[in-house]
């Protein structure tokens, strides 16, 4: 059994599960045993990438692993299979972001709507004040000596 500081040390267990089920038949049973089993193979896998990437950085004076860390350590350590495709990835999804924050720049603002009662009693008070202001400020004009 794995102690509680390990256990923090893991994915976790569902999430790994969850990922099996995908693969696996919809009538696939999957034990315990075989879930932490691949949990901790998972876990390890991660950890010697995410290491070889980190000592690069410490090398090179940097202290954030980034995208194309993992991609050049996947690649130092020899799984230049799973480098292709992450780099791949990485492209379309810097592409993904890149577009959506374009969007955020060219959206014109939005138009103020009234989404429920309470915007549309406040909004008819508004307007009622504004109409009382303007018939006072009428009164007063006609009310000042010329």
Known sequence: MVDH??????????????????????????????KQTLQECA???ISFVTGEAS???????????????????LSALGFD????????????YREAEREKANQNKQAPPAAATCSSS??????????????KNGAQQATQQEEAPN
Request: glycine residues 2%; proline residues 3%; hydrophobic residues 30%.
């Open 43 to 45: 876990t390890e896998f």
């Open 5 to 34: 500081n390990e256990q923090d040390r893991l994915l976790p267990i569902a999430n790994v599960g969850r990922i099996m089920k995908q693969i696996l038949p919809a009538r696939a049973k999957i034990s315990k045993e075989a």
């Open 55 to 73: 000592d690069k950085c410490h090398k090179e004076n940097r202290k954030t692993v980034n995208g194309d860390d993992i991609c050049w350590a």
């Open 118 to 131: 309470q915007d549309k009693d406040i909004e008819d008070q508004d307007q009622s004040s504004e109409d």
């Open 81 to 92: 299979n799973y480098a292709e495709a992450i780099v791949r990835y990485l492209h379309k």
